[in-house]
């Protein structure tokens, strides 16, 4: 019987050398609280560290401040997919540096990626689509033009 490898259709873990936009990252140290009994880092503490790292990245590389989007801008930066492909444990104690970069830009729609690193290797990639919405419609509207152009100055494509 013949193997097929489909091990080409997996993800891999990057290295730092193949990150994109290197010169800002978001660091946390992980805490008793957020580990299990193994001491082994609960899933739902990665997204609720994957926002920080958004919203840190919105005020000090977008320029942008990203409460001003939700408060009084009334703009939505809600996430309709969201999920994370996890290549190492991250244990109690361990500082994960996050890199974020811009996917795509649609219209009303944009995906974002960040690179977990543990060292110099990628603990955990996470994967985040956002719609822009009005927050009082709770409708889709586009992205607004200032967003917009700061997204741009962080979209990266691994296509010629």
Known sequence: MNKIDNSASFPRPLDRAALPFPDWSYRHIFRHGQC??????????????????IEAWFCDCLGLNYYDFIGPRRIGLG??????????????????EY???VSRI????YALELNAML??????????????????THRS???????????????FS???
């Open 36 to 53: 299990d009994p193994a001491g082994i880092v609960y899933t739902p503490e990665f997204f609720n560290v994957f926002n920080h790292a």
């Open 79 to 96: 996430y309709v997919n969201a999920h994370a492909e996890f290549f190492s444990p991250v244990r109690m104690g361990d500082q994960v």
């Open 99 to 101: 890199f974020v970069r």
């Open 106 to 109: 649609g219209g009303k729609s």
């Open 119 to 136: 060292g110099d290797t990628e603990a955990l990639r996470g994967l985040f689509t956002t719609v822009t919405t009005d927050l009082d």
């Open 141 to 155: 509207v586009a992205i607004p033009t200032d967003l917009r152009d700061a997204l741009n100055r962080f979209l």
């Open 158 to 160: 691994d296509t010629p």
